[in-house]
């Protein structure tokens, strides 16, 4: 088990996690892959896939503390680490490209989250550059990297580190929550719009999980909620239970029911699949590293060992219509490619028939 691993969920199908610190001393390159449609009683029991390391260069980064992002085609998982390289890994082929140097190379900054913007494909990483006071832009298609957006002034002149973000498919912006400056200075929520280049701190109602550090926040419900969890007090330097859920459109929080005391954690991978928040390694308050997959039913508030039968048959009918539909669209151009051949092979048979019989016999003999 592992924690500050690199994570990220793709169509609350599929969610990777790669690398970590195993202990204080020891990291870990390894890259995980989870099926969250088939999610049994344990972690040890549930559907992982230890994936293609590759061999050096072309191999994933021994590290801790660094960030993992999904490109806008959703093709690729865009490792972002503190070393001034980025790492990318390709899905389909299971396969690693070489490290991408990235100039400067103080541009990429570890303990800070990267973000894609879905309509663009860049990738944000907030207090990425300039010893945290600006924000790094990094464009996937031409590996160019723009560092010149600062981050807002209530993050202090160091920017912020070890909070949490997610992209708002609602707000179409970056959502950003909790962390800590040089100056234990803590932020709130804070917002970043693309579309304006604009930061903005937003002001929210009802309980929220206060001052943290090192949380994880998670999108549901197609982007109209915002699901923060765990992570550590700043006032009493204890990992937290607690779990917080936004409302993205009017900016409400919610808080669920708390973990178990010994499920408190921080630095840890965190996704949502339908009905259900998930929550995967990390350490507590005696650094240990946290083992059981842990399960969050959003509609019940309850924390659950399993996913119940009637979210597995949900799931399963989903499967099976995403089949069907992609084995009509192969159909439809399999019987559209028979019905090609079948006519030019019905042209060519009608042209030697021709030449057989000549015109004027083709036409008699089509008229009887």
Sequence with gaps: MVYDMAYAAIDERTLYIQGGALN??????KLYSLDLTQLNEDSSSSPWRLLDEGTDPRSPPNISGQTMTVSKDKQNLIITT?????????IASETWQEPTAVKPSSAMVGSRPAVTDPSTGLVYIPSGSNSGANMTVYNP??????????????????????????WSTVR?????????DTEDRYSDLIEYQP?????????TTGPSPGHISSP?????????????FG????????????????DAQNLTWTRGSDTETSQNRMGMACAVAGDYFIAWGGTNNAKTTLEPLILYNLKTDTWEKQITESERDRRRQTSRAERRRRAVI???????????IAAVVFGIHRRKQWRRTGPNKEVLAGSL
């Design 216 to 228: 994880c926040i998670v999108p549901a419900y197609d982007g109209s909620k915002l699901i923060v």
């Design 330 to 340: 192969i159909g439809g151009g399999v019987s559209a490619g028979i019905l090609v």
């Design 172 to 180: 179409k912006s970056i959502v950003l929550y909790g962390g800590m």
């Design 141 to 166: 298609v031409d590996h160019s990297v723009s560092t010149s957006t600062p981050m807002p002034s209530e993050t202090g002149p160091q920017g912020l580190s070890f909070f949490a973000a997610a």
């Design 231 to 246: 992570g550590i007090s700043t006032a009493s330097f204890s990992a937290l239970g607690s779990i917080y859920i936004l």
């Design 82 to 90: 503190s070393t001034g390289t980025l790492s990318t890994f390709n």
């Design 24 to 29: 204080p001393l020891l990291n870990s390159k």
């Design 195 to 203: 579309g304006n280049s604009k930061w903005a701190t937003l002001q």
